[in-house]
């Protein structure tokens, strides 16, 4: 037995001619609001007002940014105006990974920033020193970097 296998599914139906079920009721309830308001308010007054409407009525009914309806965009914008937004900064203590690379792979070397005031470098810098004058009898002279 065959069965026929569904093709372009991410596509709405065409309901009411060449209208999706949305865009008609997106369009109907752009009229309607339009109707209400032309019967409350003076026509040149209704005229300015339904304009808005009618453009966001159409902008629902057809239009996409980036591929995506435009119900889409105006929801995120609404979320973002009216959503709490507090960015606040917490340090964190992570170690500083510093990159090496050889001619065959990348190694990856932890580096610890440690808080050392100068009086304490210098005296690390002297005992270094000294401990280097007394283990190193052969006279090379060792780089030690701080």
Do not use: C
């Not at 009525?57 to 435009?70: D, Q, S, T, W």
């Amino acid at each position: 037995m065959r069965y026929q296998t569904p093709q372009f599914i991410e596509e709405d139906e065409k309901l009411f001619g060449p209208l999706t079920f949305r865009q008609f009721v997106y369009l109907i309830g752009g009229l309607g609001i339009s109707f209400v308001v032309y019967k409350l308010l003076p026509f040149l007054l209704a005229i300015l007002v339904i304009i808005p409407i009618m453009m966001t009525a159409l902008a629902l009914a057809f239009y996409k940014v980036n591929e995506r309806p435009f119900v889409d965009t105006l929801e995120a914008a609404f979320y973002f105006i009216f959503s709490n937004r507090l960015y606040t900064y917490q340090k964190t203590d992570k170690p500083i990974q510093q990159t090496t690379t050889t001619n065959q792979k990348t190694q990856i070397a932890p580096v610890v920033n440690v808080g050392v005031s100068s009086s304490k470098l210098k005296d690390l810098a002297w005992s270094l020193d000294i401990n280097e004058k007394t283990n190193n009898k052969s006279g090379d002279n060792l780089k030690i970097n701080i």
